[in-house]
């Protein structure tokens, strides 16, 4: 996800959930790296919450954010759009191949990926974007899981991603009752491939492509525009020898 950076003319107020350490699969393979990387979220979030009680400027102030320098080829948010949101996205690219025809490459057929509101500890730490989505891909997502935490950091859920039809990503930011941001369907506006040392994803493969994508007719919440970056693998192999007709490759992004 990764981030997704979601753009709208106003800003609403915040809401805080209390920090808690998320249920990590027992049968994920837990690197060393990543339980200390799970103990650096909590640690985060924890200071995130408690810098509230402190009489200083706002601590998620995302007024104040831009876009990662690997997204310099994309074009700039439109004018007078104000940051409304950034969540990580993890979940699967889909693809399709056509047995027939094995040298091919895979057909991009859709996404589909939950969405964590990261909106304070990418404000709070920009530099653990990346960090997140990477460490995030080694643990699963249960689909339709309104109540999960990203593992293996604390975040909650604030939508989901899908494909309405071949051409319309679709956003539901309304999914958890704390944080009503809106719908979003849209179109891709601009691609540009993913900064040459993005991570690679579970088989090696190559970080799918950064974007930013306009709304289409229908989004709430005064949504507009959506930049995908920071992505983590994603990308189908190169050709559809050995591959089945249709297939999913994890991914995670900003
Ligand atoms: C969740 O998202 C909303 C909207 O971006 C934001 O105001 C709030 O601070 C976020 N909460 C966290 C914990 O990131
Ligand atoms: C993509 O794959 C997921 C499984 O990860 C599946 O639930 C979803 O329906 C697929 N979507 C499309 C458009 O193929
Ligand atoms: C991208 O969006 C800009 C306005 O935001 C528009 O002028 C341009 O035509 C769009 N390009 C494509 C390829 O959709």
């Not at 104040?64 to 996205?89: C, E, F, N, V, Y």
Request: proline share 10%; aromatic share 6%.
């Amino acid at each position: 996800m990764h981030a997704l950076l979601f753009l709208v003319s106003a800003l609403s107020a915040s809401v805080w959930a209390a920090p808690t350490f998320p249920n990590l699969s027992p049968d994920a393979s837990i690197p060393d790296n990543i339980r200390t990387l799970s103990e650096y979220f909590n640690l985060l979030a924890s200071k995130v919450q408690d810098s509230r009680l402190l009489a200083v400027p706002p601590v998620c102030d995302l007024s104040r954010m831009s876009l990662p320098a690997g997204a310099s080829d994309l074009p700039a948010p439109s004018p007078g759009l104000t940051l409304k949101h950034i969540a990580i996205g993890r979940g699967t690219q889909n693809y399709t191949c056509d047995p027939a025809t094995p040298g091919e490459a895979p057909k991009a057929v859709g996404a589909l990926a939950t969405l964590f509101n990261a909106s304070c500890v990418v404000a709070t730490s920009p530099e653990l974007a990346s960090t997140l989505g990477r460490a995030a891909l080694h643990f699963p997502v249960a689909q339709s899981e309104p109540s999960q935490r990203l593992a293996p950091s604390n975040l909650g859920v604030s939508g989901v991603h899908y494909f309405r039809d071949a051409t319309t990503a679709f956003f539901n930011l309304d999914v958890a009752p704390a944080w009503q941001i809106g719908e979003i369907p849209c179109a891709k506006n601009a691609s540009t491939p993913a900064p040459a040392d993005a991570p690679r994803g579970l088989q090696r493969e190559a970080a799918v492509a950064w974007l930013k994508l306009n709304a289409r007719p229908g989004a709430t919440g005064g949504l507009q525009e959506v930049y995908r970056v920071e992505t983590v693998g994603g990308s189908p192999p190169a050709t559809c020898a050995g591959m089945k007709d249709s297939f999913e490759v994890q991914y995670a992004t900003q």
